[in-house]
C-alpha cells in the first residue's frame, strides 16, 4: 500500500503544468489537426436526437438479410423425389438420386424472379407515383434529378438503350430546311433540330408534343418510338430532358409512373388498390403471403388483399373458347384483334409465337417466314377481312395496327 509520502513524490518525467504536457514539444498540438474551428470531418453535430439514416441502404441492409436467411433454409432443407422416391438435402436444381429436376425448386426460383423484378418496379413506382399524386394536389415540386435517374434505369432494364442507333443514319444532304411536322423553318434558335441519330428533320418542340401525346395515350411500352413517318428506332433518353422540347416534370413523372402500372400489372404479387376509380397504387405481395390487411399510401383506403390463385368463370369460358390463350412459354394471357395475323410477341416474357401452332422464335422475322411456309400465318377469313378494312376504311385499319403497337405504312402489302 502506498504512503502519503508516496503520493506526494514528484515524478521526474511527469509535467503536471495546466495544459497537461502542452510544453513537451513530443506532445503538442497536432499540425494536420484543426480542433479550434468545430470541423470534425463529415460528422455531423447534433444532440442525439437528429440522427439521420439512409433509408434506402436500410432497406438494401433488410433484403439482403432475409435472402441470407432464406438461403440458409433452403441449405438445411429436406425433399423427396417424386420419381425415384430419393431423399436429398439442400435446394438443389437435380435429385442426387435419379439426376431428375427438381420441380419443386425450379417453380420456387422462377416465383422468386418474378418477386424480384415485381419489386423492381414497386419501388421505383413508389418514388414516383406518390410525389405526383402531392404535386397534383398540393403543388409539391417534383425533383427532375429523380425522373433522370429513373427513366435511364428503365432504358437499361428494358434494352431500350439497344433501340437508339449508335451512329448516325443520315447525311448533310439529307436535311431540311423546315420541320417535317410544324413546317416551320429552321434558324436553330426558336425552332431547332432534335438530334436524333435516326432522323434530322423534326424539331424539338414537335419532338416533344409526340412525347406528350404518347403519354397522354398511355402509349409508352417498350419505348416511345421516333417521331419519324418510317422510323422505328426508340427516342433517347437525353431527349426528354432537353428544354427545347419543353416536357415538365409532371409529364415524365406520368410517363414513368405509366410504365411501372403496366409491368406491375403482369405480375402476380401485385394486387391493385381496391379505390380503383381515383387510385392507382396498390400493394406487392411477398412470395409467403396469401393475404393481409393494409392501408393504401396513396389514398389511405384501408382494404384487405388477397392473392388471386384461380380464374374468374368467364375467363375460363373464354379460355377454353379459344378467344384467351396462354404465352408457350411463360402462360401469360393474350387476346387477338380480329384482323391481324397469327404472329404476336409475348408481352410479359417478349417471346414471339404463333397464335395457331404455339410455336416460339426470337425474332418476328423468323416465325413469319416459318408460318407462311406452312400456311399457319393467318386465321381463315382474317386476311381478307384486314384487306378489305383497309380498303373501305383506311382510318379503323391504322387505328388497328397502332393499338397493337405495328407501325402503319401506307406502302407495305398485305399478306407478304
Known amino acids: 500500500m502506498a504512503s502519503d509520502g508516496d503520493a506526494n513524490m514528484e515524478d521526474a518525467d511527469f509535467e503536471d503544468d495546466a495544459d497537461f504536457g502542452g510544453d513537451d514539444d513530443g506532445f503538442g498540438d497536432d499540425d494536420g489537426f484543426d480542433d479550434d474551428g468545430g470541423d470534425w470531418g463529415d460528422a455531423e453535430e447534433d444532440d442525439g436526437f437528429a440522427i439521420k439514416h439512409d433509408e434506402k441502404a436500410l432497406e438494401k441492409q433488410r433484403r439482403e438479410k432475409e435472402e441470407a436467411e432464406e438461403e440458409k433454409e433452403l441449405q438445411d432443407a429436406e425433399w423427396t ?20 429436376p427438381n420441380l419443386g425448386e425450379l417453380d420456387r426460383q422462377k416465383r422468386k424472379r418474378e418477386y424480384k423484378e415485381g419489386q423492381y418496379w414497386f419501388d ?3 418514388e414516383i407515383y406518390l410525389p405526383l399524386q402531392l404535386h397534383k394536389s398540393a403543388g409539391l415540386d417534383l425533383d427532375i434529378k429523380l425522373a433522370d435517374t429513373h ?6 432494364h428494358e434494352f431500350v438503350v439497344r433501340k437508339v442507333p449508335d451512329m448516325k443514319k443520315y447525311t448533310d444532304k439529307d436535311l431540311k430546311k423546315k420541320c417535317e411536322s410544324c413546317t416551320c423553318d429552321f434558324d436553330e434558335k426558336e425552332v431547332s433540330r432534335a438530334e436524333l441519330n435516326c432522323h434530322a428533320n423534326i424539331c424539338k418542340e414537335c419532338c416533344g408534343n409526340w412525347i406528350r401525346a404518347k403519354i397522354s395515350d398511355e402509349n409508352v411500352i417498350p419505348f416511345i418510338r421516333c417521331p419519324g413517318e418510317d422510323c422505328d428506332f426508340a427516342i433517347p433518353v437525353f431527349i426528354y430532358f432537353d428544354q427545347g ?9 406520368k410517363m414513368i409512373a405509366v410504365y ?18 381515383s387510385c392507382k397504387y396498390g400493394f406487392l405481395l411477398k412470395i409467403s403471403e396469401s393475404e393481409k390487411e393494409v392501408e393504401c399510401d396513396a389514398c389511405s383506403t384501408k382494404q384487405k388483399i388477397k392473392r388471386k390463385t384461380e380464374f374468374d368463370e368467364g375467363f375460363n369460358e373464354m379460355l377454353k373458347s379459344g378467344k384467351i390463350r396462354m404465352c408457350p412459354k411463360c402462360k401469360f394471357p393474350h387476346m387477338k384483334d380480329k384482323g391481324l395475323c397469327n404472329v404476336l410477341q409475348c408481352g410479359k416474357c417478349k417471346v414471339w409465337w404463333n397464335w395457331r401452332t404455339k410455336d416460339m422464335a426470337d425474332t418476328q422475322k423468323g416465325l413469319k417466314q416459318q408460318a407462311r411456309a406452312r400456311g399457319t400465318l393467318w386465321e381463315p377469313g382474317e386476311l381478307e377481312y ?16 397502332e393499338s397493337n403497337g405495328i407501325k402503319y405504312d401506307p406502302n407495305y402489302t398485305r399478306g407478304q
Open 81 to 100: 423425389c417424386l420419381e425415384c422416391k430419393h431423399k436429398n438435402k439442400g435446394m438443389g436444381l437435380l435429385c442426387l438420386g435419379c439426376n431428375k
Open 124 to 126: 421505383m413506382f413508389k
Open 151 to 156: 427513366l435511364r434505369s428503365i432504358f437499361v
Open 245 to 253: 422540347t419543353k416536357l415538365k416534370p409532371s409529364d415524365l413523372y
Open 260 to 277: 411501372c402500372e403496366k409491368q406491375l400489372a403482369r405480375n402476380s404479387n401485385w394486387i391493385s388498390c381496391s379505390n380503383s376509380k
Open 386 to 401: 384486314q384487306m378489305k378494312l383497309q380498303r373501305d376504311d383506311p382510318a379503323a385499319f391504322r387505328h388497328l395496327l
